[in-house]
C-alpha cells in the first residue's frame, strides 16, 4: 500500500522530480549540485524500480533500503519535494529498511498515523480555516443547497478540527478503535468527494494519498490488539523512536516557527505562509510563459505572481510554505529584472490563530538576493 502510493504520487506530479521545469530547484544545503537531466531521470526510474520490490518481493527489505536513499536524494535535490505525502511515505520505507522486527516497523507506523491525525486537528483549530478555508473546501455542496442548509453546513466547520483529533486519540485506546477507524476512513473518503473530480477538481496527487490513509487505517489498526503503550512508549531507541519524535513530538515546534508546516499536518489547514511576487510590466513581459500564464494584475493594477499558483500549475503540488524557498523564487524571477526594485516579494506569515491576521514582508531584488 505504502509502494503503490508513494508511486501514484511520483507519477500524478513527475515534474516535481525531474530537472526539466522553470520553477526553482531549492536544495537543502548550499552548494548542493542540483541532479542534471538525465540523471534525474534515472534516479527517478530507479525509485519507482525500488518500489515495485517493495510491493513486490516477499523479503522487501533491501528494497525499502534503495527507495529511501533514491528519495532520499530527491529531496536533498529540492525542498519543494517535502510535501506530506511524500515526507509520510518516505519516512514509513525507511522504518521498513532500517528493522529487522516487523513488531516495531507496525509501532512506527502507526505512531505516524496517530501523529498526522493529531496535528492535522491541531493545525485546523484557527480561525482562518473556520472562516474561509473550510467554506472552500465545502462549496462543492454547499452550492447546491437552500440557504437555510448552507448556514448548517458552514456552522459546522469546528466539527473537523474535532474529528481529526479524536480520530488520533481512539486510535490508540482499544475500546475506541474500530469507531476511530471507521471516522478516518469516512474523512477521507468525504476529502476525495470534495477535492475530487465531483468536488473541486484540484490538487490530484493527493487523492491517492487519501485513499492510502483510510487503507493504512484500517490495516494497522481495524483488528489490532496492541495497547496504548505499545505506540506511545519505544521498546527502544530506533525507528520507532524516531517516528514518535518526528510525527509526535516535532510538530509542536511548527507553532513557533521551528519546524516546517508540512511536516506538521497543516496542509489544508489554514495555517501556513502564503507569498507573492510583484513584478513590472517590463519583467512580466520577459518571463517565460508558463511563468508569465500565472501573472495577474491586482486590484491596484499591479502585476502579481502567485507562488502557489505556478507551483500548482507547472509542478501539480502546493508551493512549500517557507521563507527560504520563497526567496529562492523571488531571486528566480530576480535574474528577468534590469532594475532591483522592479521585482518585490511579499511574504504573508502564518495567520493570528484567533484574529487571522499576517505579518507582511516585503523585499526587492537588493534583499532577496543577499539573504539565503
Known amino acids: 500500500m505504502v509502494a503503490a502510493a508513494l508511486a501514484a504520487g511520483l507519477l500524478l506530479a513527475p515534474r516535481l522530480f525531474l530537472a526539466t521545469r522553470i520553477y526553482p530547484r531549492v536544495p537543502v544545503l548550499d552548494g548542493w549540485p542540483p541532479l542534471p537531466g538525465p540523471l534525474d531521470l534515472v534516479v527517478f526510474g530507479a525509485l519507482l524500480a525500488a518500489l515495485g520490490g517493495v510491493a513486490l ?20 535535490d529540492d525542498q519543494s519535494r517535502w510535501q506530506p505525502w511524500f515526507y509520510q511515505y518516505v519516512v514509513m520505507l525507511a522504518a521498513l529498511a532500517v528493522t529487522r522486527d516487523g513488531g516495531e516497523t507496525l509501532a512506527a507506523w502507526r505512531v505516524i498515523l496517530v501523529g498526522l491525525y493529531l496535528w492535522s486537528g491541531l493545525q485546523k483549530l484557527n480561525t482562518t480555516f473556520l472562516t474561509q478555508l473550510f467554506p472552500w473546501l465545502v462549496e462543492p455542496v454547499t452550492s447546491r443547497l437552500p440557504p437555510g442548509l448552507q448556514g448548517w453546513v458552514l456552522g459546522g466547520a469546528i466539527v473537523v478540527p474535532v474529528v481529526e483529533i479524536a480520530v488520533a486519540v481512539g486510535l490508540l485506546v482499544p475500546r475506541l478503535r ?20 465531483l468536488g473541486h477538481w484540484t490538487n490530484a496527487v493527493v487523492w491517492p494519498w487519501n485513499a492510502a490513509m483510510a487503507a493504512l487505517a484500517a490495516l494497522l489498526f481495524w483488528n489490532s490488539r496492541h495497547a496504548t503503550r505499545d505506540v506511545l512508549v519505544p521498546r527502544r ?34 495555517n501556513v505562509k502564503a507569498a507573492a511576487v510583484s513584478v513590472t510590466d517590463a519583467v512580466a513581459a520577459r518571463l ?11 486590484r491596484v493594477g499591479a502585476n502579481v505572481l502567485d507562488v502557489w499558483e505556478w507551483s500548482m500549475g507547472e509542478l501539480a503540488v502546493p508551493s512549500y510554505p517557507e521563507d527560504r524557498v520563497f ?25 493570528g490563530a484567533l484574529t487571522g491576521d499576517r505579518t507582511i514582508t516585503r523585499g526587492d531584488c537588493r534583499h532577496w538576493t543577499k539573504v539565503q
Open 57 to 76: 518481493a516477499p523479503r522487501p527489505r533491501w528494497w525499502a533500503v534503495a527507495a529511501t536513499v533514491l528519495a532520499v536524494i530527491l529531496a536533498a
Open 178 to 197: 474500530k469507531a476511530a477507524v471507521v471516522g478516518a476512513i469516512a474523512t477521507h473518503f468525504l476529502v476525495l468527494g470534495l477535492l475530487g473530480p
Open 237 to 270: 531507541l530506533g525507528a520507532h523512536a524516531a517516528a514518535l519524535a518526528l510525527f509526535g513530538i516535532l510538530p509542536a515546534l511548527s507553532f513557533s516557527g521551528h519546524w516546517d508546516a508540512y511536516l506538521s499536518g497543516a496542509l489544508y489547514s489554514g
Open 288 to 298: 517565460p510563459e508558463p511563468v508569465r500564464r500565472h501573472v495577474t494584475r491586482n
Open 327 to 351: 526567496r529562492a523564487v523571488a531571486r528566480d524571477v530576480c535574474r528577468h529584472a534590469a532594475d532591483p526594485a522592479d521585482v518585490v516579494l511579499v511574504i504573508f506569515g502564518r495567520p
